[in-house]
């Protein structure tokens, strides 16, 4: 097998588990296979020196963009707090463009998307990044086709991928790609972690990040309907309760959350939900009820739906230590 060359990114403030998550991945392909050398790793620094993470852990590049580099296979860009100082580096930007002239696949991990947009690449290209920064990212490249539910994108040898471990996952796809769905999985057993990691970015952000303004008759009623989830909402009922049409408040609700009032209500059950879940013991009938669903059915439809996993999954995954010592009275038993 030809020897795979990556070049990584490093620039001040990169988030350090973006090199260190992917490095660790491919080290352990070569590994697992028994291959050495199987990937070259060379980082590339934006300067001469040690660079400081956000983390504030230094690491010493391989070489720097200014330096004569080897024609990388793949390219990664790391996120972190330093990349919106980074992408205002014009002659980094005209680097990285350079290298996806030549390399097979060149990637950005997290909010390291921003320094492809900035270089031009996500024009007409579907891209991801971390929920947090997915609208900025929009809004700020509106000819990219951002998802932000995604976990990682490929899009015409460009890849991007949600925050932080997703770098992992991106690894995990890239090893696949070259050496095979057994050997990938072998790394993920490694380093326990899924292959594939079922659903996408809402399990872990808040769904309801779309508040009314402040005092306005659309964040009366999301107090309303967060605090009545049991009724059986229509948009005609909720527009009588705000005494308008209900062209009118999906209009407001368009206008002031960039969603409808059934979408908003939808999110606020599930968000609801996903609460008891973390927090309590009560079954799925009861939370069901609770929450406005239903029946269980229609919990679990709308958890796959909007989250691609079922309340039993989520709760399995997200079920909070805090409820644990609750219901132990002891903090949980450490593993020997």
Known sequence: MTK??????????????????????????EALSRRVHQYGIMTVGTTRGSITSSSGMTVVPDRTIFDPCPDFDTVLIPGGVGIFDAMQDVGLCEWVVAR??????LAAICNGAFLLGAAGLLDGRTATTHWIDAGNLARQFPR??????????????????????????????????DCGRVLALDVAKYLIVYLRRAGGQSQFSPLLDVQGTANSEVERLQHYLQENLR????????????????????????????????????????????????ETDCSMKEIAAKCGFDSPTGLRRAFQRRLELTPLEYKHRFRSLHSEKQKTGTSPRKPE
Do not use: W
């Open 231 to 278: 009724q059986q909402h229509t948009l005609d009922s909720i527009a009588k309760q705000a005494h308008m049409s209900a062209r009118n408040l999906s209009r407001l609700f368009a206008r002031d959350c960039g969603i409808s009032p059934m979408a908003f209500l939808n999110d606020a059950r599930i968000d609801a939900a996903r609460r008891m879940l973390e």
């Open 4 to 29: 795979i060359t990556v070049g990584i990114l490093l620039f001040p403030g990169f988030q350090l588990l973006d090199v260190a998550g992917p490095r660790d991945a491919f080290a352990e392909a």
């Open 100 to 105: 996806s002239r030549t390399c097979r696949r």
């Open 144 to 177: 990219a086709i951002v998802e932000p539910d995604r976990i990682y994108v490929k899009d015409k040898g460009i890849y991007t991928t949600a925050g932080v471990t997703a770098g992992i996952d991106l690894s995990l796809a890239l090893i696949e790609e």
